[in-house]
């Protein structure tokens, strides 16, 4: 059964500041990974995605890596801003890429991230 | 706006009652998803619909139902609630036909069982 951690649950940085978001599943049989952005009262973002097949993804200010064989990926947010307070969540989609298992993403519980000014 | 609709936003009721969430896309997806977020911030998947037709349904108790009268929507039926139900429940959509990864979720709705 796969499980998806993310370290740390929690953290508060003054702006400006690089920080960098950790997840680790113990089924390296996936098929994808995405990082999502979780604001309150409001549903998921996806930030980035990454294929099984890659080693990273890149959006602005993100930058998301995977290293399938060690089940780790990080989010790197660089120069970090008060609007990028949220929570960030990893999932994981399946290896089987069968009907079954599409868009049934194992979730992991979220970094709740604060961005002081 | 396109997007993934879900009403009511908030919800809350006694145990015992039977409730409905609905949901709806105007993205043209083929594919819709119920999950649950616990109070732990767990997402988990409950059921899946392709095209109208159940493909996921997680072990999830009979006293849930969901319904796709047509593939933009998705309603979730729960009857005799629990406490245990209490949760933020968020319905989401992707086109697989057209091989998409990505899934666009709704915003939530927050159901609070007393």
């Known amino acids: 059964k796969q499980e998806v951690t993310q370290i740390p649950a929690a953290l508060s940085v003054p702006e400006g500041e690089n920080l960098v978001l950790n997840c680790s599943f113990t089924?390296?049989?996936?098929?994808?990974l995405q990082w999502f952005r979780q604001d309150p009262g409001k549903g998921l973002t996806s930030l980035l995605l990454?294929?099984?097949?890659?080693r990273e993804q890149t959006s602005g200010r993100l930058n998301a890596s995977l290293d399938k064989s060690s089940g780790r990926s990080t989010l790197y947010i660089a120069a970090s801003q008060p609007g990028d307070s949220a929570t960030y969540l990893c999932?994981?989609?399946?290896?089987?890429?069968?009907?079954?298992?599409?868009?049934?993403?194992?979730f992991g519980q979220g970094t709740i991230l604060t961005v002081h000014p | 706006d396109t997007a993934v609709s879900q009403t009511p936003k908030y919800l809350v009721t006694q145990m015992g009652n039977d409730k409905s969430i609905k949901c709806e896309q105007n993205?043209?997806?083929?594919?819709m998803y119920w999950y649950k977020q616990d109070s732990k911030k767990f997402l988990k998947i409950m059921f899946s619909y392709n095209n109208k037709e159940l493909i996921i349904n997680e072990t999830v108790p009979n006293r849930f139902s969901p319904k796709s009268p047509d593939k933009a929507h998705l309603n979730l039926h729960i009857n005799s609630l629990e406490l245990g139900d209490s949760a933020v429940y968020f319905c989401a959509s992707v086109n697989q036909g057209s091989g998409a990864n990505v899934l666009t979720f709704g915003a939530g709705s927050r159901l609070t069982v007393l």
């Open positions: 999932a994981v989609r399946p290896g089987d890429a069968g009907g079954t298992s599409y868009g049934k993403l194992t």
């Open positions: 089924d390296s049989a996936i098929y994808n």
């Open positions: 993205l043209g997806h083929d594919t």
């Open positions: 990454i294929q099984s097949s890659q």
